[in-house]
């Protein structure tokens, strides 16, 4: 099997085993990712380590009307995938993370450790895909994340993506970082909710729903 680079044990790839896998294993930050300019934008990885609530439930609520699995993009710790089965929703995570993957099946969920542009199972037949926690800024690109995500739904399946609670469309250099270090630079993109449509437009999806819960900002996206 030949692994993308960002899955080689000797690759210095973000988010494998930079420092947030090893806050991941730890359950807890402090975590940033932080800008060239210096900024920093905090990762909450204790919410993630933690089992699903608050503005989640809103996105588990909304899986459990839907006719076929869900697929998890960048599922980190796996609170979402393993609180759908859980509730008998099928569900599978997907993330480059070997310490997200591990924490995954810890908590009763079911991952890949796969990046979201590789061949995944049953393209083309997912009811739901999520993209939470901000990984609507995965690869750098939404308009190429949001058609990827297009292409794994079953016609009329739905993406629930959770925007930038604030309208901002930026793609910046940003390296993971923690009190023991940094990792590699890569691309992120923010993007808030007028931003994520005119991509999900591009893409050939269509507004189904938009809302706000506990300061977090999310869109339903139909493939038509």
Not at 47 to 69: I, Y
Not at 86 to 105: E, F, I, K, R
Request: proline letters at 8%; glycine letters at 14%; aromatic letters at 4%.
């Amino acid at each position: 099997m030949n692994l993308p680079t960002a899955l080689r044990a000797d690759a210095a790839a973000p988010w494998v085993d930079d420092p947030f896998g090893r806050a991941v294993r730890a359950g807890r930050g402090p975590l940033w990712l932080r800008r060239a300019d210096g900024s920093r934008l905090p990762l909450e990885v204790e919410r993630w380590c933690a089992p699903a609530a608050g503005a989640d439930l809103g996105l588990l609520a909304r899986c459990r009307g839907l006719s076929a699995p869900v697929l998890d993009l960048g599922c980190g710790p796996g609170r979402l995938v393993a609180a759908l089965l859980a509730a008998g929703v099928p569900a599978l995570g997907v993330d480059v993370c070997a310490a997200s993957v591990q924490h995954a099946a810890h908590l009763g969920g079911l991952a890949l450790r796969r990046s979201v542009f590789d061949r995944l199972p049953a393209e083309g037949r997912w009811g739901g895909v999520l993209l939470a926690d901000g990984n609507l800024g995965i690869g750098g690109d939404p308009a190429a994340l949001l058609a990827r995500s297009a292409g794994l739904l079953a016609p009329g399946g739905l993406l629930l993506v959770e925007t930038a609670a604030q309208e901002v469309d930026e793609v910046a250099d940003v390296r993971v970082e923690g009190p023991d270090g940094s990792g590699p630079p890569f691309p992120w993109a923010r993007c808030g909710p007028a931003a994520t449509l005119r991509h999900a437009r591009t893409a050939g999806l269509a507004r189904q729903e938009q809302w706000h819960s506990h300061g977090r900002s999310f869109l339903a996206l139909r493939r038509p």
